[in-house]
């Protein structure tokens, strides 16, 4: 009976000083890698964003970093990293319940940002899933590769060491040497004007086929706007001509089964997106999943949404009259697509607590900025467009410092971005004057 226990008292002090150890040797391939961060693809996925523009490419620039970086830590020859900053906007799609409901969003999620300076590709995995809170529990049940710890040894243990085969080895052989293959691919990386010049016939082609695509979507964006009386018509999202000619021939049989409807749409500008609904600018958004019962009956509730703007509208000057004429807007290309109520609630909510505040800035004294507000920020910033970026529930001090320190670079961008757009405009006029059937929609 003591044998026993001795026996088993010794397996117990062997596991516990070699399971570190071990468990440090265990590395992730490129496949045991994805198959680890599945939870975390599917929360950060931009295609699940399409509804905020955004965010969908703060996710997608991360994605491709950090991909890059597992990348990197799998090639042969690696060394080490330069730390590499990531932020995501990570979808509650099991809500965690120790976080706090003030940091979950009425969007469905949050921003969640880390900083990359692991050596090796479990560690980062393990890393991105605890920093957005996703269980790590189903990594431990992959079937891990056992292979060398990043690790200094001990004197008289044994070490793993790469085999480096001499370049004569892979000459006698006909062997292939990793080292040239991966130099001789970082040379074959094409270039900018490399790749252009690699596609231009093929862009050239699929440009000239859809030509006649394009000329249709242009006369049927025409008639509708003279026939129904519209502004504008616009697309939130980058759909394909066929897509949008589709859309376009769906608005226009229902002015044909039920002109009634159409009557109040007289004047708005119609942006065909992922919901129906008005948007902060007062469009028309018309849901391209919708059927033409719910566009006709948005339609119907149109002028119950005429006090609303004006009231919108009245909240954006008193907002502007308190910091010192700041002119408040909301640009639907980079931030999320509001609903006209959402926008007017957040104004509310910012009025009332600038209000009780009572920040000192002189009057007209930032007359000619601009100001965005957004619900999912935490600190104010400075957009390269020139406008500012200022969270909800920014503190008072803050906002004042922030907006005062930065007055004068906001300026300077402002007149740079004007700069770029007649620059912009100039050179599209001169393409329509020489090419006036390649028009861009």
Known sequence: MSVTFLRYVTRIRLENHFAPQICQARLLSGADAVSALRPFYFAVHPDFFGQFPRERAVNENSLKRLNGYLESLQKPGFRSLQPTQLTFYVRDTEPDKSLSPCLIP?????????????RDVLSTVLGVLKSCSLSTEHVHNLKISVGPPQQKYEAGVPFYRPIKWDKTYYSFTGF???????????????????????????AAKKHKESLPQRAELKRLRKELCHKLGLADIRWQRSWGVAHRCSQLHSLSRLSQQNPESLRNIKGHTVIFTDQSGVNAAGHVMLGTMDVHHQWAKLFEKLPSYGDLIIQTSMLEERISHLLGGIQVIHVDKLQPVLLLEEYYSTLSAFYKRLFSMRIPFHPRSLQGLQMTLENDRSSPSLHESGHFNIPTICEPSTLQWFIQTKAQEARRRMKRREEEALFEEALQGTQHHQHPDDTLL
Do not use: H, I, Y
């Not at 009425?106 to 692991?118: C, D, H, Y």
């Open 176 to 202: 292939k040497d990793p080292d040239e293959e991966l130099e001789k691919a970082e040379r074959m990386k094409p270039t900018f004007s490399s790749w252009l010049s690699n596609n231009e016939a093929s």
């Open 106 to 118: 009425s969007a469905g999620f949050r921003a969640v940002s880390f900083t990359l300076q692991t």
